[in-house]
C-alpha cells in the first residue's frame, strides 16, 4: 500500500531533487572536460542564452571569411598607383571638408572617379579560349624558332580588342588579340631569340585587364610554362676524322685468348682447345698439334674534355666557339656507336671550404641528350685547369685510346703539355685551342698534337689534315 503522509511524500521529491542534481553536476563535470570552441564561448550558459552565443560567433566568423576573400580579391587587382589615389583620395575628402578648402574636395571627386572608371573596366570576363604552341623545342644557335598564340571565340558575339602577355626568356611580349568573330581564331607568331645557347623559358600566356591609368590589373593564366633549348652550334665531322686511333678495331691488352682479332703467337694443344684454333702449317712442321693464340682486344675509347674555367679563355666568344667543338666531337663519336666520355670541370659552390677535384660527365645517351646537356655548360672561376681535368679523367676512364682537350687561346703550350702527361702513356692527346679569326694550324710535339682553329669549320679540316698524316 502507497503511504499517502505528507512526510513520506516529502522524502520522496527530495530523493528526485538529489538524483537531478547529481546528474547536473556529471554534465556540469563532462562539458568542463570539453575543449571545443563552443564550450569556451557559452561557459556556463545554457539554453536560448548559449544558442544566441553560438549563433552570434558563427555569423562573426562567416562575414570574417567573407572580407577576407573580397579583401584578397582587392588586393590581387588593385595596382601601386591604385592604393596611392585611394589614400589621396580619403585623405582628400577629409581635409577638404575638414577646413572648407574646395580646390581639396575636387582632387577628392576626381580620385573617385578614377576609381568608377577603375571598377568599370574589370566588369565582365573574357569568353576567348588562349593557347600557346611550341613547332620546335629544340633548336640550335641562329635557327628561327618561334612560338604560336592562338585565340579562339567560341561565344556568339564578337570579343573585345584585349592584350595578352607572354614571357619569352628574361623579356616580356605583348600579343595584342583583335576584335576575333563568333567562332573565329586569331593566330600571331612571336620569335623566340636563339642568338645565345641556353634554356628559354617560355610562357605561361596570361591575359591582362586593366583601366588606362593603371590603378587596377586583372590577370588570368591560359597556359603552362614550356621551355625552349637552345643547342650550340655544330658541324658535321666524317667518322673517319675522329679516328685518330691507329687500329681502329681495338687496342692490344696483355690478356691472352683463344680468339680473337690481334695474333700473338702458336703453342702447343691442350686438353679443351677449340679445335678451330688448329694452326696445321706449324702442326706439320713440328709434328705437335698447335694451336694459334690471340691477344684480347678492348675497343677504342674517346674522351672529349672541355675547360670550363673562367681564365682559360679571353672572352665568351671564344667559350662558345670552344663548347660547338667539343659538342660537335662527342655528337659524332655518339652517332658512330663509340665509346665515349664528355666531361667538364665540375664547378666549386662559392661558400665550399676547398676546390672541388672532380669532373662533371654529360650524358652521352643520344645525341640529343648530350646537347641538351651542352646547352646549360658555362663558365666559372671556381673550377680546375684542364690538367688537372685530364689527371681526374686518366685516373677514372679505363682504357682510353684518344683525348681530345678543347681549350681558349690563354692556355699555354707548358700548360697543355702537362696534361697530356696526367693521361696514362700511349693515349694520343689532341688538343684543340680555339682562337676566334685566327689561322687554322697544327703544331705536333712529343706525345700531343694542337690544333688551333679560328673558326668552327676549320675544325673539319684540321681533323682531316691530322687524320692524314697519322
Known amino acids: 500500500m502507497t503511504d499517502r503522509r505528507p512526510g513520506s511524500t516529502r522524502t520522496r521529491r527530495g530523493s528526485t531533487r538529489s538524483r537531478r542534481g547529481s546528474v547536473a553536476a556529471e554534465r556540469t563535470t563532462t562539458v568542463a572536460g570539453l575543449t571545443n570552441v563552443r564550450t569556451r564561448l557559452v561557459g556556463d550558459r545554457e539554453g536560448v542564452a548559449a544558442d544566441a552565443v553560438v549563433g552570434v560567433a558563427k555569423a562573426w566568423a562567416t562575414a570574417w571569411r567573407t572580407v577576407r576573400r573580397l579583401w584578397g580579391e582587392v588586393a590581387a587587382v588593385v595596382t601601386g598607383l591604385g592604393w596611392t589615389v585611394a589614400v589621396v583620395t580619403v585623405v582628400a575628402f577629409a581635409v577638404g571638408y575638414r577646413f572648407g578648402l574646395r580646390e581639396v574636395v575636387v582632387v577628392g571627386f576626381a580620385g573617385a572617379l578614377l576609381a568608377v572608371v577603375a571598377a568599370v573596366a574589370l566588369v565582365g570576363r573574357t569568353r576567348l579560349v588562349v593557347r600557346m604552341r611550341l613547332p620546335q623545342h629544340r633548336v640550335a644557335v641562329g635557327d628561327d624558332a618561334g612560338v604560336v598564340v592562338t585565340a579562339e571565340n567560341p561565344a556568339r558575339l564578337p570579343s573585345v580588342p584585349t592584350t595578352v602577355e607572354l614571357p619569352v626568356g628574361d623579356g616580356l611580349v605583348d600579343v595584342a ?13 612571336v620569335p623566340v631569340p636563339t642568338v645565345r645557347r641556353g634554356v628559354l623559358d617560355v610562357g605561361p600566356v596570361t591575359g591582362v585587364r586593366a583601366d588606362p591609368v593603371g590603378l587596377v590589373r586583372r590577370e588570368v593564366v591560359w597556359t603552362a610554362r614550356e621551355q625552349v633549348i637552345v643547342h650550340p652550334r655544330t658541324i658535321a665531322i666524317p667518322s673517319t676524322s675522329t679516328g685518330l686511333v691507329r ?12 680468339a680473337d682479332i690481334a695474333f700473338h703467337a702458336v703453342r702447343e694443344y691442350v686438353p679443351g682447345d677449340d679445335p678451330r684454333t688448329v694452326h696445321w ?82 650524358a652521352t645517351v643520344t645525341p640529343t641528350r648530350l646537347l641538351d646537356e651542352f646547352a646549360t655548360v658555362g663558365l666559372s672561376d671556381a673550377c680546375l685547369p684542364v690538367a688537372e681535368v685530364a689527371r681526374i679523367v686518366g685516373n677514372d676512364t679505363a682504357g682510353i685510346s684518344v683525348a681530345f682537350l678543347v681549350v681558349g687561346s690563354t692556355v699555354g703550350l707548358p700548360a697543355l703539355r702537362l696534361a697530356a702527361t696526367r693521361l696514362p702513356v700511349g693515349v694520343e692527346v689532341v688538343a684543340v685551342t680555339c682562337e676566334p679569326e685566327a689561322q687554322p694550324r697544327v703544331l705536333r710535339v712529343a706525345g700531343l698534337t694542337v690544333l688551333t682553329i679560328g673558326y668552327l669549320e676549320d675544325l673539319r679540316q684540321a681533323l682531316h689534315r691530322t687524320a692524314a698524316a697519322a
Open 177 to 189: 588579340v583583335p576584335t576575333v568573330a563568333p567562332g573565329g581564331v586569331f593566330a600571331e607568331q
Open 247 to 258: 687500329d681502329l678495331e681495338g687496342q692490344a691488352t696483355t690478356d691472352l685468348s683463344p
Open 281 to 362: 702449317k706449324s702442326t706439320a712442321k713440328s709434328g705437335a698439334l698447335m694451336v694459334r693464340q690471340f691477344e684480347d682486344t678492348r675497343r677504342s675509347h674517346l674522351v672529349v674534355a672541355l675547360a670550363s674555367r673562367r681564365a682559360e679563355f679571353a672572352d665568351d666568344d671564344e667559350f662558345e666557339l670552344a663548347v660547338s667543338a667539343a659538342a660537335s666531337l662527342g655528337a659524332r663519336a655518339v652517332r658512330d656507336g663509340r665509346d665515349v666520355s664528355v666531361v667538364v670541370s665540375e664547378r666549386t659552390s662559392e661558400y665550399a671550404k676547398r676546390p672541388s677535384y672532380a669532373v662533371h660527365r654529360l
